[in-house]
């Protein structure tokens, strides 16, 4: 058995797509389940498309998810180099061009751009390309020579048969059939002498051993072009995985708008590397079990790609989050503390101990962002409804509750010691002596100090981290509240 040999080959034009990542960690995973190589080749050769930067984000994305690449532009395997810009400086492109004229399976083409103008344009996904009608496959060995020689601009053209069908595997679609009248002429090398995408990734999977090749479906129309490259050649074509589109919600592409389409765009939402890989494995690979929590070694041992879906994907944002936040739950205390921090800061500029808020929130949020809606009320008491006074559970109303807070506001001045501990022993010695239940003492005592019909945690641990002045002025501010709405 040939050792597995896959690849990552993203063109450096922006942030990493959610779909690429899918690929590269599919590519990874298939790799590293089987102890194989994973490569990182930077596919540069579209001049327009590059964006300045966008390599350094590839290496940052690598690094944040540890697809870690055993082989690429800064781990030399031997098979380098490993960016298509510099490969074409050593000529390899040209050299198998030329292999393919000689063979009749390409060809040079001179025609300009006017006389490309005037032929029939086809709409293909959406997109408008011209058919070519192979006019330069008639010109004469002479005829090209002399054109060469005379330094008219060129491009090398594959040649497709008009007749008969190319049939091809992909291991979700199963055998693919396809017309040959179906193939244009498609260009090999540019006028820029750079090697076309179509080209030059047939050319760099074969002489860089890649056994398995996992991309978007949207290559999947190309890919017949791709097989007569490797028959024309006589090289073995790699397992083609073509991965179905991922969508929104909605069923529409995912869009830099509702915040999917990136790794970073969802690191800026303030997602984990760590949960965005899991949830981004499982769309469209599922283990045996129903099991979705997986870390990436786990994947590693687990990841069987017989086992990916051809059905599309459909991105998930509250899955996401309800992910993130299992994350967040299984993260230890001292790390969380230290992510959660900015986010705190946020909310909270008071000197509160942020630690034990911190603690307070880890199980009750999906994404840190999350944290300053639930936390702002230690900064700040915000403004309140009394009608949060009354609960039917609890037993609760406004008039109950201004006798409870009234009672307690003494007391409140009276206790030294501010400990949730003794604030709570504090507050049940009222309950008993008064005979009623917990919640009807504290849910009063809880809104009063926190003005949120929700809180991170119970009375008593507020009152501790806000401490006694604030909780005697929030108290205070509560009976004034209520004495107005009883009135
Ligand atoms: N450079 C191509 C892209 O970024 C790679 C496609 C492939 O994996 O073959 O879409």
């Given at each position: 058995m040939?050792?597995?040999?896959?690849?990552?080959?993203?063109?450096?034009?922006?942030?990493?797509?959610?779909?690429?990542?899918?690929?590269?960690?599919?590519e990874?995973?298939?790799?590293?389940?089987?102890?194989?190589?994973?490569?990182?080749?930077?596919?540069?050769?579209?001049?327009?498309?590059?964006?300045?930067?966008?390599?350094?984000i590839?290496?940052?994305?690598?690094?944040?998810?540890?697809?870690?690449?055993?082989?690429?532009?800064?781990?030399?395997?031997?098979?380098?180099?490993?960016?298509?810009?510099?490969?074409?400086?050593?000529?390899?492109?040209?050299?198998?061009?030329?292999?393919?004229?000689?063979?009749?399976?390409?060809?040079?083409?001179?025609?300009?751009?006017?006389?490309?103008?005037?032929?029939?344009?086809?709409?293909?996904?959406?997109?408008?390309?011209?058919?070519?009608?192979?006019?330069?496959?008639?010109?004469?060995?002479?005829?090209?020579?002399?054109?060469?020689?005379?330094?008219?601009?060129?491009?090398?053209?594959?040649?497709?048969?008009?007749?008969?069908?190319?049939?091809?595997h992909?291991?979700?679609?199963?055998?693919?059939?396809?017309?040959?009248?179906?193939?244009?002429?498609?260009?090999?090398?540019?006028?820029?002498?750079?090697?076309?995408?179509?080209?030059?990734?047939?050319?760099d999977?074969?002489?860089?051993n890649?056994?398995?090749?996992?991309?978007?479906?949207?290559?999947?129309?190309?890919?017949?072009?791709?097989?007569?490259?490797?028959?024309?050649?006589?090289?073995?074509?790699?397992?083609?995985?073509h991965?179905?589109?991922?969508?929104?919600?909605?069923?529409?592409k995912?869009?830099?708008r509702?915040?999917?389409?990136?790794?970073?765009?969802?690191?800026?939402?303030?997602?984990?590397?760590?949960?965005?890989?899991?949830?981004?494995?499982?769309?469209?690979?599922?283990?045996?079990d129903?099991?979705?929590?997986?870390?990436?070694?786990?994947?590693?041992?687990?990841?069987?790609?017989?086992?990916?879906?051809?059905?599309?994907?459909?991105?998930?944002?509250?899955?996401?989050?309800w992910?993130?936040?299992?994350?967040?739950?299984?993260?230890?205390?001292?790390?969380?503390?230290?992510?959660?921090?900015?986010?705190?800061?946020?909310?909270?500029?008071?000197?509160?101990?942020?630690?034990?808020?911190a603690?307070m929130?880890?199980?009750?949020?999906?994404?840190?962002?999350d944290?300053?809606?639930?936390?702002?009320?230690?900064?700040?008491?915000?403004?309140?409804?009394?009608?949060?006074?009354?609960?039917?559970?609890?037993?609760?109303?406004?008039?109950?509750?201004?006798?409870?807070?009234?009672?307690?506001?003494?007391?409140?001045?009276?206790?030294?010691?501010?400990?949730?501990?003794?604030?709570?022993?504090?507050?049940?010695?009222?309950?008993?002596?008064?005979?009623?239940?917990?919640?009807?003492?504290?849910?009063?005592?809880?809104?009063?100090?926190?003005?949120?019909q929700?809180?991170?945690?119970?009375?008593?641990?507020?009152?501790e981290?806000?401490?006694?002045?604030?909780?005697?002025?929030?108290?205070?501010?509560?009976?004034?509240?209520?004495?107005?709405?009883?009135?």
């Open positions: 040939t050792k597995i040999r896959t690849r990552y080959a993203p063109s450096p034009t922006g942030r990493m797509h959610v779909g690429n990542l899918r690929s590269a960690l599919y990874f995973l298939i790799a590293k389940h089987d102890g194989g190589s994973f490569m990182l080749r930077i596919e540069d050769t579209d001049q327009e498309r590059y964006v300045e930067g966008a390599v350094d590839i290496y940052r994305t690598m690094e944040k998810t540890g697809m870690i690449h055993d082989e690429g532009p800064d781990k030399d395997g031997g098979v380098g180099p490993y960016v298509q810009s510099e490969r074409m400086k050593t000529g390899i492109y040209m050299k198998y061009a030329k292999e393919l004229v000689e063979k009749g399976e390409a060809y040079y083409c001179f025609c300009d751009k006017e006389r490309l103008a005037s032929l029939k344009t086809e709409v293909v996904e959406g997109k408008e390309i011209t058919v070519y009608d192979k006019h330069c496959l008639s010109l004469s060995k002479e005829e090209v020579e002399a054109n060469l020689a005379a330094g008219k601009p060129f491009v090398i053209r594959q040649n497709n048969p008009t007749e008969g069908t190319t049939t091809f992909d291991e979700l679609y199963g055998d693919i059939t396809v017309d040959n009248s179906e193939l244009d002429d498609m260009i090999l090398i540019k006028s820029d002498g750079y090697p076309t995408y179509n080209f030059a990734n047939v050319v999977d074969h002489t860089m890649i056994t398995h090749v996992v991309r978007g479906n949207e290559y999947l129309s190309s890919s017949p072009k791709y097989v007569r490259l490797y028959d024309a050649f006589g090289w073995d074509v790699p397992v083609y995985v991965l179905p589109l991922i969508t929104d919600e909605n069923h529409k995912l869009s830099k509702s915040g999917h389409s990136s790794f970073e765009d969802l690191l800026d939402q303030g997602f984990l590397a760590e949960a965005v890989v899991n949830y981004i494995a499982l769309l469209g690979w599922s283990p045996e129903n099991r979705e929590i997986f870390s990436l070694d786990e994947l590693i041992k687990e990841f069987d790609y017989h086992r990916i879906s051809k059905s599309p994907a459909v991105f998930d944002m509250v899955k996401l989050k992910m993130n936040g299992e994350y967040l739950k299984a993260m230890n205390d001292e790390k969380f503390y230290e992510m959660a921090l900015p986010y705190l800061k946020e909310a909270i500029t008071k000197p509160l101990d942020l630690k034990k808020i603690a929130v880890k199980t009750r949020i999906e994404v840190f962002p944290i300053k809606e639930l936390v702002d009320f230690f900064e700040e008491l915000p403004e309140y409804d009394t009608a949060m006074y009354t609960h039917k559970k609890m037993k609760t109303d406004e008039a109950s509750s201004l006798e409870v807070l009234e009672e307690i506001l003494p007391l409140l001045k009276e206790q030294e010691d501010y400990s949730n501990d003794a604030l709570y022993q504090m507050l049940l010695g009222f309950v008993e002596k008064k005979g009623c239940k917990n919640g009807y003492v504290m849910w009063p005592i809880r809104t009063a100090v926190s003005g949120k929700m809180t991170p945690a119970g009375a008593t641990e507020i009152m981290i806000i401490g006694k002045e604030e909780t005697i002025k929030r108290v205070e501010k509560g009976i004034e509240l209520l004495k107005n709405a009883v009135k």
